[in-house]
């Protein structure tokens, strides 16, 4: 088994920054790719960004690209997700998902994720 532990979610006012940090215990060495999904109250989790295992790949939804930066320190079993510009539609639970599959672009769908966290709020005020 794998344990996902989020950290780093909270209130922030639009236009500010945060940064999420899912730290990984367990079967870790059965991780390859890892992502963000997050989700609101009444709606679907959705799809927010994913790595590949170097770090060489990553892939965005289209609402946070150029506004978040996915990456991953292996060597600690930690994934990051830099949140910059933020806006109060960025407003949700985020969970930290891992998976066995490598590529980002393959991490996009919530049935197929392996492993999830427990998510951590954040909250962008106006």
């Known amino acids: 088994q794998v344990q996902l532990v989020e950290s780093g979610g909270g209130l922030v006012q639009a236009g500010g920054s945060l940064r999420l940090s899912c730290a990984s215990s367990?079967?870790?060495?059965?991780?390859?790719?890892m992502g963000w999904f997050r989700q609101v109250p009444g709606k679907e989790r959705e799809f927010v960004a994913a790595?590949?295992?170097?770090?060489?790949?990553?892939y965005y939804a289209d609402s946070v690209k150029g506004r978040f930066t996915i990456s991953r320190d292996n060597a600690k079993n930690t994934l990051y997700l830099q949140m910059n510009s933020l806006k109060p539609e960025d407003t949700a639970l985020y969970y930290c998902?891992?998976?066995?599959?490598?590529?980002?672009?393959?991490?996009?769908?919530?049935?197929?994720?392996?492993?999830w966290g427990q998510g951590t709020q954040v909250t962008v005020s106006s």
């Open positions: 998902a891992a998976d066995s599959e490598n590529d980002p672009r393959s991490l996009t769908v919530v049935a197929g994720i392996d492993y």
């Open positions: 367990g079967r870790s060495f059965s991780i390859k790719g």
């Open positions: 790595i590949s295992w170097r770090g060489i790949s990553t």
